[in-house]
């Protein structure tokens, strides 16, 4: 009995521990409130399963961290943050990162083998035209047509292996923009970057294996 207690605590302590970490992770990696807050309230909300206001805040995430660090690079940066109004996520704004040496290849969606070769035309990249059609309103390409209406219905479930897949993507940009950032004096000194937590939404991802079969 005293054995099954404690393998009982461990299991409970292990599991809080392994939810703070998700909680907690985007603010105690990037340590920047301009942008790790949208990263952070938009896993929150994917885990209420509010799905497009948790879509839209980390692909705002996104676009903010680029935004900022591209800023905070200039040669002319004296600490008073400013950013341009046009410089919003696209394919030009990730080339002029990536020359600046930020890791943009993390942005790549799962199976886009050719993001960097895209990243060069007009072609949006993934996760830059998931952007456009969740943030302007656009989401109808996530429609599904029910099969025994065969009428199409739009729901916010339709975008949850989106969200699981977008939550996934953004955990590995903020931990390698965190060893950025740190190599450019852009994080706070002293502070470890933590390791990569768990997706919670790792059951919501795509089955790619069991498809391919």
């Not at 998700?22 to 885990?47: D, K």
């Not at 799905?51 to 040669?75: C, F, H, K, M, W």
């Not at 072609?123 to 099969?147: A, K, S, T, W």
Request: glycine residues 6%; aromatic residues 10%.
């Amino acid at each position: 009995m005293i054995d099954d207690d404690d393998d009982l605590r461990e299991n409970f302590l292990a599991n809080v521990k392994a939810r703070h970490a998700q909680m907690t992770y985007f603010a105690t990696a990037l340590m920047n409130p301009a942008f790790h807050w949208f990263f952070t309230q938009g896993q929150q909300a994917l885990q209420q399963e509010l799905y497009i206001p948790g879509v839209s805040s980390l692909l705002n995430g996104i676009e903010a961290s680029l935004r900022v660090t591209i800023a905070q690079l200039d040669p002319g940066y004296d600490g008073d943050l400013a950013l341009s109004p046009y410089q919003t996520l696209s394919n030009t704004l990730l080339r002029k990162a990536r020359d600046l040496g930020v890791p943009v290849q993390n942005l790549a969606w799962p199976g886009e083998d050719d993001f960097q070769q895209k990243m060069e035309t007009k072609d949006n990249v993934f996760i830059v035209q998931l952007r456009h059609d969740v943030c302007h309103g656009d989401i109808l390409r996530f429609i599904e047509m029910m099969e025994y209406e065969k009428i199409p219905i739009l729901t916010p479930e339709s975008l949850r292996s989106t969200a699981a897949e977008l939550l996934a993507v953004s955990f590995a940009w903020a931990h390698d923009l965190a060893e950025f950032r740190a190599q450019h004096g852009r994080r706070p000194a002293g502070f470890e970057i933590p390791g990569l937590p768990e997706n919670p939404l790792a059951e919501w991802l795509p089955r790619r294996a069991e498809a391919a079969t």
